[in-house]
């Protein structure tokens, strides 16, 4: 039996015989305020984007502004889902979390290839480079994931998650120019407590969760929960007959409490989660024209090697990629935070250290062909973070002042080998027919990255009147980057020796040679930024009535600069243009303005946002002809702007019935980006000039004007509903309720690539969850669910593979999947 095995049956146990005790109740705001600030609550939260039982109708408590307040209180778009939500829904994960909050984004190929972004921004489509930071801030009980991989794991014992729309820079340790996503797990508890979680389901689903709480002494109190998730692939690889793209996670989370004092805390934390799914692959979908001549397009090379895909309908779930495919991700850390409460104000420390350990293996050829037979990035990655904060305040006054600093240590050896296909599917002439040209042409890549950042920062609320508050914030930032791409290529000369790739030597002219420089070439940067920032917003909300607030808010901030660590543009004598080694910060002015307001007797809350952001020297993806050369790399467009405006409504008639609806509308444009990639349609054919119309064949432009054109990733619509209802009922001598849940969510078609292409347009869907059970007022609930209940077919995302032949490729979204859950709380 192993270890996920028996944790599995151990849970089982613990949920079959743990003897029920009465339910944990909702912390309203009046304990809340009650309560000291140095308390650790482990209710959980009921939630503004959904239903069940914890949503009680009771105030919402946050800690978005570091002090507990409700959220109709928080002046600032704030979505909160409770943890009875997240486990009901199976939003187990940040992935899963945007089907839950609409102006949420998140988009994946693999967790190292992973992004997410609010309202359209955040980090650029489809990129990874270690060189850049993220726009939105992942923070679990304060400390900050520097790493997006961490959206992929299971969500451990979580209370609560907080999102945050629009910028968070001063009062938060990282500066956040999109928003934050603030998790909240339950802390270690001074009486006994338990609860327990096992699902199965089909494709062969199991998921347990535990978690365990209570005294070691009078002073000390421990926390520790599991957390463990497998599910069958939703891919049918024909080449390996092994399901692919399956789920595989395993999770341990550890707290020491430890409580002086009514006025001190001390907790200490561990946490560790492993991957190791086979994964991540994606299917066929079609082949659309480019600007390549006809026999240099995907058609005619599959032809010529006599390759046929397993399935042209991508829903069929079938593909027969070749090389090996793994996901395997670590990741994990210790903190330790201090809260005390000195009389004059509250002083929190956060000191904490994260390492993240990836060991991937792709098929980036995407075929079942020899072309590319290793495309793998294995990444290690140290961070140190320490944040002080001290806030304050009076009847008048409310203040938080911080300071942060981060360091963070990256190390990635990038591999990629050429095959025995290489040659056919990219060269032409004579030596695309002999296969040892390109055979065994092996690049690899040391890339580093230390980058170290330190900040000043605090905001303050100045209650003018019983009525209007005005909050202006400041920031100051130092950002320091020094890194290395070192890219050594290795091929066979056509004399039949190994040697080194160069653009200089005694085998530089050797026509096998040459024809490798032109697949992978060498390169050696050593690149270096450093930048001060100083950022501020101002805010100012006026409570029109008891229960009604109004709110705007300016802030000005920036992204900090960044470095290429994934090569930069060559001449033609291989010496790299280091005008393009780094990247300059963004520059960003947010607007926004909304009202809060709850009536009905506080039965039902609408709150309403408009927003817009202006973005200078937005970091993307561009091919610069100024610098003589058309290869992509990581620099500035000049401008972005995202506006629009959401809405978050929920209604309790009585405690029979709760629903939700809440939506966003999104506008997401690069103003200005006069020097963008080229769609697939206009790429391939050559440089230089421009073509008359998509689907021609002949020159490619150097690039391209997409001014006025959608930001990939982002819906103009996306919505997500449900409701619930419950009737009282007594079942085997057991009083509770049986309830019936439904939960939807839709989003209108969206761009699948960094410059809008006709074919990488994803359609719009909707989505369906269900769900019926019975629970009891003693912690126990069962129930049954299916999720995609109308088995809608859709793509999370669609790829064009590099070479532009006409290939689209795309990752299929989960088919309808059904089971069962029983939760036990003690």
Known sequence: MNSRTLLLAGVASLTLFAAPAPALAVETAAEAAAAADTAAPTDDQQTSVGTGQADAGEDIVVTARRRQETSQEVPLAISVIGGEHIDNTGSFNVGRLQQLTPALQFYTSNPRNSAVNIRGIGVPFGLTNDGIEQGVGIYVDDVYYSRVASATFDFLDVKQIEVLRGPQGTLYGKNTTAGAINITTRAPTFDFEGRAEVTVGNLGFKQAKAALSGPLSDTVAARIALSS??????IWNVKTGNWINEQDNLGLRGQLLWRPSGSVDVT??????????????TVFVRTDATQRALARQYAALAAAQG???PSTDPFARVTDLDADLNAGNKIGGASLRVNWDTGAGKFTSVTAWRFWDWKPAND??????PITTASNNPSQQDQYTQEFRFSGGNR??????????FHQKVRTQGLQVQGTAASKWLLTGALANNPAVLNGLTANNDIRLDNTSVALFGQLSWKVTDRLTLQPGLRLNYDKKDGLYDSVVTGTASDGTRQLVQFAGAYSTDPWIVAQRGVLAPQRVV???SDWNFSYDFNASYKVATDVLVYATYAHTFKSGGINLNGVPADAAGNPLLAAATVKPETVNHYEAGIKSQFWDRKATLNIAAFRTDIANYQALVTNGQLGVLRGYLANADKVRTQGFEWDFSVRPSERFNAYVNGTWTDATYRKFVDAPCPPELSGGGTGTPVAAAGTVGNSPANCNISGQRLPGVSKWSLSWGAEANAPVTLLGKAGQVYLGYDGNGRTRFSSNPTPSAYTWVDGYALSNFRAGFRTEHGIDLFVWVRNAFDVNYFEQLQVPSGNTGLIV?????????????KVEF
């Open 307 to 309: 390759y046929v895909q």
């Open 364 to 369: 980036r050829d995407f075929t079942g062909l």
């Open 268 to 281: 200490l934390a561990g946490d560790y989660s492993v991957q190791n799914p086979e994964c991540c692959g």
């Open 229 to 234: 998730t497998s599910r069958r692939g939703t």
């Open 396 to 405: 008048t006054i409310d203040y938080v002042l911080g300071a942060f600093g």
């Open 527 to 529: 690149a270096k930024y």
């Open 810 to 822: 795309g990752n299929p979204g989960d088919p309808r999947t059904w089971g069962a859950t029983i």
